[in-house]
């Protein structure tokens, strides 16, 4: 199950910026955007970044044995 952001990026427009004005304005939408918006853009990333099997598969559990002297 891909998920997939509603929306296309708008190439046609070009914005000439300083990176903090970019940063203060991404930090000003996710501070303003639904939860429901976040969690989906974070699926799509970790889909787009570790593949499909990231966000359906379980998560991996690591146990490790100690010897207490």
Not at 15 to 40: G, H, P, T
Not at 41 to 61: D, K, N, P, S, V
């Amino acid at each position: 199950m891909s998920t997939m952001l509603p929306e296309r990026m708008n190439r046609r427009e070009i914005v000439i910026a300083s990176k903090e004005m970019l940063d203060s304005r991404d930090a000003e939408y996710w501070s303003k955007a639904a939860a429901e918006e976040k969690f989906q853009t974070i699926t799509y990333l970790r889909e787009c970044f570790y593949g499909e099997e990231a966000t359906t598969g379980r998560l991996q559990r690591v146990h490790t044995i100690v010897k207490l002297k």
